[in-house]
Structure formats: C-alpha cells, structure tokens
C-alpha cells in the first residue's frame, strides 16, 4: 500500500472525500481544502509549493485505494466497534448510536442512543407553554402553575386589546380629517 497517497497533506489523516491539486495531484480531503482556500486569498496558492491551486477530483488510483480500506468509526472513543468499508462510514457514522449529540440545555456531548432519553429529562432544556408561550427550563416547570399561565395570557390579551384601541383611535382620527 502507499500510506502517503491517501493521507491528507494539511491535516495528515486518512483522506475523507478527497480533492486533488490539478498541477501536482497532491490529494486533501475537501473540508481541508476548503478550509485552506478560505483562509488565503486570491490567487490561491496550492498548499505544496506548486504553481496556483486549481481543485480537481482525486485521481482514479488514491480513490481505488482508498475504496479497500476497512477504517474503524470515529466514534470508536466513545464505544461504537463497528469496523466498515470506506465507501460505508460516511453513512454508518451518521446513524451511528454513538454518534455526539449537543443537549439545547446544559450543552453536554450525549450519544445519539441516549440522547433522547437525556433530553427528556434534562431540567436546563427550554420548554413552551402551550397555553401562553412562556418559555422556562424544565428545572422550573412547577412554578409555571395555571394560575401563572392564566395571568401571562391575561397580560397578552391586555396587549392585544390596547393594540386594537390605538388602531381604531388612529382610524377614527383619519375619519375625522377626512371630513
């Protein structure tokens, strides 16, 4: 095998949905690449000492062999044993059971298998009131009592009713000057 043609030049791992240097082939895995080109301006210059980038798909022989590989998931760290064919991570990762996961309230990294039980209990995630639309953490449910959420949609209906007020007082002075 040839180690150094499907490893990635910028970040020295396995390449991941290779591109190619048209001028020299030098192979970078896209999001590198892309990366690269976002951080210099133009013209780009290739990141080995060639004349300017210009992107081309992987040549037909990095892409063969990368196509053999069997690569473990990069969710191995967190306990996922799965070892797959190439061309098969990107989808097995995806739906991968070990996959991280952001919770919307204490911001842990959860696997995506317990995520949702995590999120369904978690007392920092944001809830809605149906009712009124507050919005509290969970950790703060049981003070949103009816007698609170009656008194948010009487506050909200005072709101609305001021609001029609100012608009027939504006639509009854417009009656008045056209008089």
Not at 88 to 101: A, D, F, I, K, P
Not at 145 to 156: D, G, K, Y
Request: aromatic share 6%; charged share 25%.
């Amino acid at each position: 095998m040839y180690p150094e043609l499907i490893i990635c030049s910028l970040c020295r791992g396995l390449l991941w949905l290779p591109k190619s240097c048209v001028n020299c082939e030098t192979s970078y895995c896209s999001l590198c690449i892309k990366n690269w080109k976002a951080e210099n301006s133009e013209p780009i210059i290739c990141p080995k000492p060639c004349s300017g980038f210009s992107e081309r798909n992987c040549p037909a022989a990095v892409v063969h062999i990368l196509n053999t590989l069997e690569v473990k998931c990069r969710n191995t760290l967190y306990g996922c044993n799965e070892t797959l064919r190439y061309t098969s991570l990107e989808t097995h990762e995806e739906v991968c059971g070990y996959r991280q996961m952001t919770c919307d309230g204490c911001q842990q990294e959860i696997a995506k298998q317990d995520f949702q039980e995590h999120n369904s209990t978690c007392l920092l995630v944001l809830l809605e009131c149906p009712e009124c639309a507050t919005v509290y953490q969970r950790q703060y449910e049981e003070s949103h009592t009816e007698t609170t959420c009656l008194r948010e949609q009487l506050i909200q209906q005072k709101k609305r009713l001021d609001k029609l007020e100012r608009l027939v007082d504006s639509l009854t002075g417009n009656m008045k000057q056209l008089r």
